[in-house]
Structures are given as C-alpha cells and as structure tokens.
C-alpha cells in the first residue's frame, strides 16, 4: 500500500482529512501529518511517503517551499498541492516544481480520495515500468549465463522457470540482432520505443521465442523449435516478422545472425560463439538482412569479392561510437576481410589502411574533446607506422590496441560532457540564488536536463545534493551580508531567497552552529 503524509496549518481541516478517510479501505497507509512545512519536512524524509499532501500558504515554511525541498531529496513522490487561492502564479510554480495535482479548497473527502487513487494509477504504471527494466536486466543477466557454457542444464532450467521462462524445447538457436536507427536523436527514441513494444507483442504472440535487450540498440533472441512448431518454421517466421516490424512499420535498419540450430541446451554456447563472430560484421555488411551460419551460398556472407574501396567508413565510425572494447578484435579481423586476399600483402596497401584508420580514429576522439598532442602520444605517431607494417599480423594487432584505446577513451570522456553542464548549473544558481522560487526543475530546466538525472548527476559529480549546494550558497551570501551590512536578519533573509525570516533563522543555526545574531557578535 502506499503511504500518505499530510501537511496543513488548519487543524480542523488536518483532522477531517486523517479521520474522515478509511485509509484502510482506499487501500493507503496514513504515514503522518505536520502543521507547517518546517515540522513536516524532517518527517517527510525520515518516512520517505509515495505522496504528499501539502497545503500552499502556511507559517514557517509554505507548501512550494516544502514541495521544493522535498523534490530535491525524493525526486520520485507524487504531491498533491491544496490551495484557498486560485491564482495562475500558484498553479504555475506548482507546475515548474512538478506538482501531481493541484486541488482548489474546499476539499471534499471524496474528491481526494478520486484525486489520490488517480495518482496512486501514475505511481503504479511508473513501478511497473521500473520492474519491466529490472526484470529485462535480468534476464539479459540470464542469457549470458545461458551461452556461457559454465552452467548445468538443470541449473539453467531452474533459472529459467524463476524468471518466467520454460526452457525445455526439442531444438534450440540464437539470433543476434542490431538495429541502426539514424543519427536524429528523437526520431532514433521514438523508433526504438516502437521496436521495443513490437517485440513484446511478438514475444506474446509467439511462445517459443526469448528474447533478451542487451542496450546499444542490440537484442538475442532465443528460438524454442518443438514438433508441432518446428525450429525451421520458427526462423524463416522470425525473419518476417522482424523485417516487417524494423524496416516496415519503424523505417530502421537491421542486421541479424542466426546461429546453427542445435538439439541441446548445453550447446548454445557453441551456438553463440560461431553466431558472434559473423555478428561481429554488423558495422561493414550490408543491412536489413539476417544471415546464418552455414548457410547456402545464396544467404552467406562473401567476403572475398569485397575490398576496402567499397567499405563504408561510417562503419568504423559507427564502431568508435557504439562498440565494446572486447569486440576491437572480431572488427579489425573483419575489416581485413574485407580488403580481400592478396591486397593485403602489399605493404604500401597496408599502409593505406592503417592511416585510414588511425585518421579516422583521431578525428572521432578529438570531437570527444581530446587534443591532438595528447591522442599522437597514446595513438602514436608517422614515425612509429613503420614498425607495425612488418607482416599482417603486427598490423592488426596495432589497430586492434588503436581502437582499444578509442573506445577506453569514449568511455573515459563520457562523464566529462557534463562538466559544462554542471558549471552552467552552478553559474545559473549563483545567479539567481536568491529567487525564492528557485528549485531543481528550474535549474535543470536551464541546462535542457530532466530534474531526476539532474539531480543524480549534480549529487554524483559534486558530492552534494542540489538543495545542499544550493543552501550553501545562501548561507555564504548571508553571512557575507552579515559580516558588511547592518541589514536585519528579515531583510537579508528575503536577499537571500527566503520568505520566511524564521525558517532562514533556523537553518542557518542548523548549518552554521550559531544564530544570524551570534554570528555578526563575532
């Protein structure tokens, strides 16, 4: 059940509310309830409620102040705002601190119980969504075991059940799949939502397929062939469904590999190994297409008759953007596959291919913000080319490291996009510090970031919670005012953003150790 906390000055209407409600009944727990936003916040993050229940205008700290606060520490609660005072003002600022609803007074008992069994279906279909993504991490957690080869069948089985799924099958495969979606941001999202919901439909429809999100836009299915769905059947029906779903109705592209069937469980792993290594083509083959292993000359993959000419260098790009360090290997020896037999013995070809690389390795790790002297002493340089033109082998065990060392570098840079981000949150609460109405959503509004990530992103970087820094930098403001004015502790209060003169009183005791007044006597 969910858990309830009520802030209201009037004790009439706090009282009708606690006690004219059959919590019970409604299917809630009535966790606790506070006078104004001062007592009620302390409580609020001791009893961590699902929702919130908070009057607007109160004494010591209002509704949008406590709302505020509370958000900052529990991006994930649902409040629901109470207000005497129809005014746009309030409803917008309840908007911008992301307030659930917002109720006009009075209340009555059975419009709040509509109100709360309307929030309590949001908060619901949110923790669903939470528990789908728990349960598609393991089961991905689970199809790695599955074709690792280190796991009895017994065991597998068992595991399987756990999660749902019923692994005893006449005949087995595994599908590797990569979907490409563009390089538009919001169209690539919406095309892989779609695709998403598509294989879930499938996944319904379809009872002998498992199908596992691996992230980065790539899927495994497993295909559970019986008598009466044999495993043939099942691939060519797979085929046509995934075309359909990806290129037809989502206009992405795909490319799949489709294992070697087998009659064991325990040999998927063998199944995996030799359906990964032609996965590992994904970035150089030509797309929408799903191959198989050992298949006829029709379907299989030919190698011999491309050359490097022909080789899209988006490829390589797409790998330094999107590839995992393991798979550096299978890529290069694919690349070089791709140059075709003889070519690749000339030394000067050789050459040709590794300043093509290495340029375009370069080119991708500057735009991550790298600089050239620095990437020239981790990629090396003309001068030391030379020595890895000696035989085939040195080459790709050079190129290998060299993309190695890319994506270690991708991976590296990534937490460093937000350092501009997080300095142009800080300059903008250092700015405007001492609006009253400053919170997470504003600020995280003036980077273009969602409040929750925001607000993981500043604690996890800073060290501090936003309303910590944020309360840190009125504090030092205030005691700077302090120390040079003879400003009353009202005023500098307001000065520093706060409404209510008391409550700046009573944090800044609680932060500092000592009163407004105790601190200027020194």
């Avoid at 563009?182 to 319904?204: C, K, M, N, P, T």
């Avoid at 800073?462 to 009202?490: P, V």
């Avoid at 150790?513 to 020194?522: F, I, L, Q, V």
Wanted: charged share 30%; glycine share 6%; proline share 2%.
């Amino acid at each position: 059940m969910l858990k309830i906390f009520l802030v209201e000055d009037e004790m009439i209407m706090r009282e009708g509310i606690k006690k004219n409600i059959d919590w019970e009944k409604e299917n809630f727990i009535f966790a606790g309830d506070a006078a104004d936003g001062e007592l009620a916040y302390p409580l609020i993050i001791q009893k961590k409620p699902d929702i919130l229940i908070t009057d607007i205008k109160m004494p010591f700290m209002d509704g949008l102040e406590l709302s505020r606060l509370v958000k900052a520490e529990l991006p994930d609660i649902k409040i629901i705002i109470l207000s005497g005072y129809d005014e746009f003002d309030y409803a917008k600022e309840a908007i911008d601190i992301g307030i659930a609803e917002y109720m006009l007074k009075p209340v009555t008992s059975a419009k709040l119980i509509e109100t709360l069994h309307r929030v309590e279906k949001m908060i619901l279909e949110e923790q669903e969504k939470v528990s789908a993504k728990d349960s598609l991490d393991a089961k991905m957690k689970f199809f790695r075991r599955l074709v690792s080869g280190n796991m009895s069948v017994s065991l597998l089985l068992k595991e399987g059940r756990e999660l749902g799924m019923e692994l005893a099958a006449s005949e087995y495969n595994l599908l590797l799949l990569q979907l490409f979606l563009g390089d538009d941001v919001d169209e690539a999202h919406s095309r892989i939502e779609g695709i998403r919901q598509g294989f879930r439909r499938l996944a319904e429809i379809v009872p002998n397929i498992e199908i596992a999100d691996r992230g980065r836009e790539e899927f495994w299915f497993l295909l559970k062939g019986t008598e009466e769905y044999p495993l043939r059947n099942l691939e060519n029906d797979i085929k046509a469904e995934i075309g359909k779903l990806v290129k037809t109705e989502n206009h992405a592209q795909y490319f799949g590999v489709l294992g070697r069937g087998t009659e064991r469980l325990g040999d998927l792993s063998v199944c995996y190994e030799e359906a990964n290594k032609m996965f590992a083509h994904r970035f150089l083959e030509e797309r929408d297409r799903i191959y198989q292993v050992n298949a006829d000359e029709e379907a299989a993959l030919d190698l011999e008759s491309l050359n490097l000419l022909q080789t899209d260098r988006r490829a390589l790009e797409q790998f330094l953007s999107t590839g995992l360090k393991e798979d550096a290997a299978a890529f290069i020896d694919t690349y070089f596959d791709k140059v075709g037999g003889k070519n690749i013995r000339s030394i000067l070809f050789r050459q040709y291919v590794v300043m093509d690389v290495y340029i375009i390795t370069m080119n991708f790790s500057q735009k991550m913000g790298y600089k050239k002297q620095e990437l020239a002493a981790l990629y090396g340089d003309e001068q030391e080319f030379m020595k890895v033109f000696s035989s085939v082998e040195d080459t790709k065990i050079y190129l290998k490291k060299l993309l190695e060392k890319a994506v270690d570098l991708r991976e590296k840079a990534l937490p460093k996009k937000y350092d501009m981000v997080l300095k142009q949150a800080q300059d903008y609460i250092k700015a405007h510090y001492h609006e009253y109405d400053i919170s997470l959503n504003t600020v995280a509004a003036s980077v273009n970031l969602s409040p929750n990530h925001f607000s993981a992103i500043f604690s996890q970087e800073l060290g501090e919670t936003f309303i910590e820094y944020l309360t840190r930098i009125r504090m030092e403001k205030a005691k700077e005012l302090l120390r040079t004015t003879s400003k009353k502790s009202t005023e500098i209060a307001y000065e520093v953003g706060y409404k209510d003169a008391h409550y700046f009183g009573s944090l800044f005791k609680k932060t500092q150790n000592c009163t407004p007044k105790e601190y200027r006597a020194h």
